[in-house]
């Protein structure tokens, strides 16, 4: 099977966020290909490989797109191969990913399988983190470490920031603004963002840095002539676990005047001991890779507690933009890529 004309066909058939279903079946349709017996569960797919007697290792990536959105030079949705890219929506973000993971799965056990087992799965709304691999998990047997596709080089991040959601509101009271007075509710939320700005989370992560914390909205004032009585930050924190997401909220409410409220703290921060086998595995498959941290979110979110590298071929800076591509020889690094780290992995684990 040819990795860049599948990936090519993938690209071709739209998967926004909770419309995946022809992707998926087009997934399952190539595992059959491969001599495998893929699964439907919903609008993810998976499909087991057994070597025998082993570990579990799961490999997971996602078949859902963010929208096509604007500013293309070429057709978002045609798979065009143009000087060794595949251009379109979805090819390095991430259905390079499922494609290399498949083809380097099924090369692993096509000859001198390893002894353990691998299960892929291919899921959906991870753009969204919604009803994916969260809701597949309990469906599966617990895995003994897993390997996140997202495009980053084919260097394994190590840890990955989370996303801390709180929101500020400033009140105030309303009055007429042609005659002034009243409390202003977007001055005092003015003072908390200023507050904010100058908020200090000093504490690093060895692989993450420090956590992040960013105005990202607000929203204030229903009419020009009012003096807005109401004023509502909303502020993204992207998390290290150098802090708790409770820490933090305190940290944020000792330095503003609004009523602090958490809005999101679920998608908490991840990160495995770099001297794990699941790391050792993926350095082996790509030579003078450095392990590294991830700022940004990914389904691994939802492995906490199973030893995880997130790693695939491509660039997380051409992700979500306007004439997404990834290279063939990228692709095809990816497939060798994913081969060699399974053999790895399996004979780290029984070292």
């Known amino acids: ?24 079946a087009r ?13 439907r569960r919903g609008r993810n797919v998976t499909a087991a490989l057994d070597g025998g007697e082993g570990p579990l290792l799961l490999l997971n990536s996602h078949l859902d797109t963010v929208p096509v959105g604007e500013g293309w030079t070429r057709e978002p949705l045609a798979g065009a191969l143009e000087d060794g890219r595949i251009y379109g929506r979805g090819a390095n973000d991430a259905k390079g990913c499922v494609v290399a993971m498949m083809l380097g799965a099924a090369r692993a056990f096509a000859t001198d399988a390893p002894k353990g087992r691998v299960l892929f799965a291919a899921t959906c709304e991870e753009e969204v983190l919604g009803q994916g691999l969260e809701t597949l998990l309990p469906e599966l047997p617990r895995p003994d470490a897993a390997v996140v596709g997202e495009p980053t080089g084919l260097a394994p991040a190590v840890a990955q920031k989370g996303l801390l959601l709180l929101e500020v509101e400033a009140r105030g009271r309303s009055a007429h603004a042609a005659h002034g007075g009243g409390v202003n509710a977007v001055e005092a939320a003015a003072r908390d963002v200023l507050a904010l700005s100058r908020l200090s989370l ?19 004032g229903e009419r020009h002539n009012v003096i807005p009585d109401l004023c509502t930050l909303v502020v993204d924190v992207r998390t290290t676990p150098a802090y708790a997401p409770d820490e933090i909220a305190g940290l944020v409410r000792a330095a503003v005047d609004g009523r602090v409220r ?90």
């Open 27 to 39: 997934v399952e349709g190539a595992l059959r290909e491969l001599g495998l017996a893929p699964e």
């Open 1 to 24: 099977m040819n990795a860049a004309d599948l990936l090519r066909e993938l690209v071709r058939i739209p998967s926004p966020s909770g419309r995946e279903d022809a992707a998926a």
């Open 202 to 220: 000093a504490r690093e992560h060895p692989a993450l840095g420090r956590a992040s914390l960013h105005v990202t909205q607000i929203r204030g």
């Open 262 to 351: 958490v809005r999101s703290s679920r998608l908490g921060s991840v990160e495995t001991d770099p001297a794990h086998p699941i790391v050792r595995a993926a350095l082996a498959a790509s030579p003078g890779a450095r392990p590294y941290g991830s700022p940004t979110l990914s389904d691994w979110v939802f492995l906490k507690g199973i030893p995880t590298v997130k790693a695939g071929p491509g660039d997380s800076r051409r992700s979500h933009a306007p004439d997404e591509y990834l290279e063939t020889a990228e692709l095809e690094a990816g497939v060798l890529f994913y081969e060699r780290l399974i053999r790895a992995y399996f004979a780290e684990a029984r070292a």
